[in-house]
């Protein structure tokens, strides 16, 4: 970045993308950057550990942090390590986006904007799924509430997947951000590496493929993954927590497993763009999520 363009007001920060889970804060990290970076899926806490998506244009950089969803009833190990990289985030930003659903504001919300408050950060609220609303006339009066529990910078109805009112989100971020050089090469759009966005694939495939219980008792380690010949190969591992869970993850006769690696391997190869071969196992290691060392040798490690 040249000294004039500096001059001529280039910024640069970190935008922490909060809430509790299931408002879209992964969703609109991906419109945010127009290509898929983090994984989605209709069941909360999809997001366990936090996530840079650098977006550089030629006036500013944008570091958005996308973070777990803060929740409560943090029983187990894994979800106050989700809870900790959350709360971590709020504390080493330039601004907050607040994400809320439209028509809804619940106990973790109100955890969340409490956390918001003893920050310190600046902070928009931005009140996701508009589009899904029957009645547009009920939002106005929900505005107005919301409104009066903070003193927010901004406050910008949007729909992260149909990307209503996005550019006018940025444009407000962007004001809060310091005038500085980039911290990032322009062509850097995330911080964390192919082997861990290779395992957030395969687990986005299986949190959208089962039921409701067991995606919260498995996670993924990448074995290998190794360029050779033009070619990425990766060996995936499955960790569930009992036997039984590991039958239903393989399906009947490998279906399931072989269709949760087919697609895994296709957003693999968007992604990273090559050809790649994919071979994933499923193994037992019984209370892992409840395990602090266990969850530290499986990546997940307090970082922020």
């Not at 419109?31 to 970076?37: E, N």
């Not at 919300?109 to 009645?135: F, Q, T």
């Not at 993850?249 to 296709?266: C, D, P, Y």
Request: hydrophobic share 40%.
């Amino acid at each position: 970045m040249s000294k004039e363009t500096t001059e001529n007001d280039f910024r640069c920060g970190y935008v922490a993308l909060a809430g509790r889970p299931n408002t879209g804060k992964s969703t609109l990290l991906n419109h945010l950057l127009g290509q898929k970076l983090s994984i989605t899926s209709r069941k909360p806490q999809t997001t366990r550990q936090h996530l840079f998506g650098i977006k550089t244009t030629k006036t500013e950089q944008i570091i958005y942090v996308d973070t777990p969803g803060i929740h409560e009833n943090a029983r187990r190990a894994i979800n106050r390590y989700m809870n900790r990289t959350a709360y971590s985030a709020l504390d080493s930003v330039h601004v907050i986006v607040f994400l809320i659903e439209a028509l809804h504001w619940t106990s973790e919300d109100e955890m969340v904007l409490k956390r918001i408050k003893a920050s310190g950060i600046p902070a928009i609220l931005a009140i996701n799924k508009v589009d899904r609303l029957e009645d547009k006339n009920k939002l106005l009066p929900f505005i107005q509430n919301v409104s009066g529990k903070m003193d927010f910078i901004q406050i910008i109805p949007i729909s992260a997947i149909k990307g209503t009112n996005l550019p006018e989100l940025e444009a407000h971020v962007r004001e809060l951000l310091d005038v500085s050089e980039p911290f990032y090469p322009a062509d850097q759009i995330t911080d964390r590496s192919q082997r861990y966005l290779a395992a957030e694939l395969v687990r986005e495939k299986l949190m959208r493929m089962l039921g409701q219980e067991l995606p919260y008792d498995l996670s993924v380690e990448i074995e290998r993954f190794k360029e050779e010949k033009g070619r990425i190969h990766v060996h995936a591992l499955i960790w569930v927590e009992r036997g039984n869970q590991k039958a239903i993850v393989i399906g009947e006769k490998g279906s399931r497993l072989k269709n949760v690696g087919t697609q895994a391997r296709l957003d693999m190869e968007k992604l990273f763009h090559k050809k790649v071969f994919l071979e994933v196992w499923v193994k037992v290691k019984e209370g892992w999520s409840d395990d602090e060392r266990v969850l530290q040798s499986l990546g997940y490690k307090d970082e922020i």
